[in-house]
Each structure stands twice: as C-alpha cells, then as structure tokens.
C-alpha cells in the first residue's frame, strides 16, 4: 500500500446517506420557510457540519434557525437510515483489504458520533470501526473545508499527514484534506468530477479504489 492510514469520509462514502439527508434538509429548511431544493442542498451543504447550514441560513436571511433544528432534524433523518440505508456498494471489499493488508484506516466525518453510529449499526459497517477508529466535527473546532478535523484524526491516529490519503465525494472534503497536507481520491458516483477537480485522483466505482490504493 503507498499510504500508512485512508481516512474514509462517511457520508456518500461509507454509507449511502447523502440523498436520504438532503432530501430531508431541503424538505426542513423549505418548510421553515428558506426555499431550498435538493440540488440546493446538496451545493450547498453536503460534506459540511451542521454549524454550516446555521451560518449560510443567517448569512442569507439574517434569521436564525430554531433552537431545535438539529434535534428535529437528526430525528427524521434517524427514522429515514433505519427504513432505507445501506451501505455504499463495494466498500466492505475496501474495508477488507485494508484489514487483510494492514493498513491503518478510520472514518472521519462532518456527521455527528451519533449520526455516523446509527449509520454503521444500520448497515452492518460497525464491525469495522470501534471507537477508536471513529472522529467526528464534533471533535474539533471548525468543519470542513478547514483542515481541523483530518489532522486530528492523523494525530490520533498516529500518522504524518504526508503519508495519509483520504476517500472523499464532497467539494468541502476535498478542500479539506488538501488543506491538511494529505493526498485526497475523489469519489465521483454522486458528485461530478469537475466539481472534485482539487483531488489526488479520480474513481467512480467503489471496487476501483483498491487498485488506487496500491503501487
């Protein structure tokens, strides 16, 4: 393997989660009145924390959101992973090699601890990844596309960040990881390359990572 720790992102990654969460972003938010489309939110807020969708909503209307937004909206998006979610296709065959390899890997994600747990028990990805293996933004101080939230998971990890790649779909996290100084391989199944066009390299199939990760 050319890298000591992958550092996967969880969601449109991991976990097939981005269109069941901005599917229910855009419905909340266009309910509280801030108009929002799902290709809005998917612009918009896909790869980022919560704190990202207060910031742009006050920027943009000068109204905060309720105080309850992110209860409320982390309830319906629960409700929505234990009917619909799975995992994303070909990345226990990733999570095995790895495993077989050993190569160090962990998730780093702008979704809550909580979020990314209900995630992982839903799908079965939770034999993959105990505590340690598992930062959140609610680790640090600041989101992606700051670069916080990788080097923390390199430190802890006990990695250099020159010797770490990062699995990432979304223009924040890509932004994020080359900000932290590590090589970043753009998964482009939900997201059009031109719009990960800052990472390392390019895949649009899960089963291709594997080969990336060699040599």
């Known amino acids: 393997m050319r890298y000591e720790l992958v550092v996967f992102d969880n969601d449109g990654v991991l976990v097939d989660s981005e269109p069941i969460s901005n599917r229910l972003l855009a419905g909340y938010l266009t309910e509280l009145g801030h108009p929002t489309s799902y290709d809005d939110s998917l612009r918009d ?7 990202r969708v207060h910031d742009l909503v006050l920027e943009r209307t000068g109204r905060r959101l309720p105080e309850d937004f992110d209860d409320v909206f982390h309830a319906r998006v ?11 296709p070909g990345a226990v065959g990733v999570l095995e090699k790895l495993t077989a390899s050993g190569v160090a890997y962990c998730v ?10 209900v995630g992982h028990r839903k799908t079965g990805l939770d034999r993959w990844f105990d505590d340690t293996r598992i930062f959140s933004a609610q680790d640090v101080g600041r989101g992606k596309p700051a670069p916080d939230l990788f080097l923390h998971a390199a430190r802890r990890m006990g990695v250099a960040p020159e010797r770490c790649v990062v699995i990432e779909d979304s223009p924040l996290g890509v932004r994020a990881a080359g900000a932290a100084g590590m090589d970043v391989f753009g998964f482009t ?3 059009p390359a031109a719009k990960l066009a800052g ?4 895949f649009a199939d899960m089963g291709e990572l594997n080969g990336l990760l060699v040599g």
């Open 199 to 202: 990472a390392t390299r390019l």
């Open 78 to 88: 629960f409700a929505a992973f234990e009917r619909d979610l799975e995992a994303v």
């Open 108 to 117: 780093a994600s702008s979704g809550s601890h909580e979020r990314i747990r």
């Open 45 to 51: 807020y896909m790869g980022a924390a919560m704190h």
């Open 189 to 191: 199944a939900m997201t």
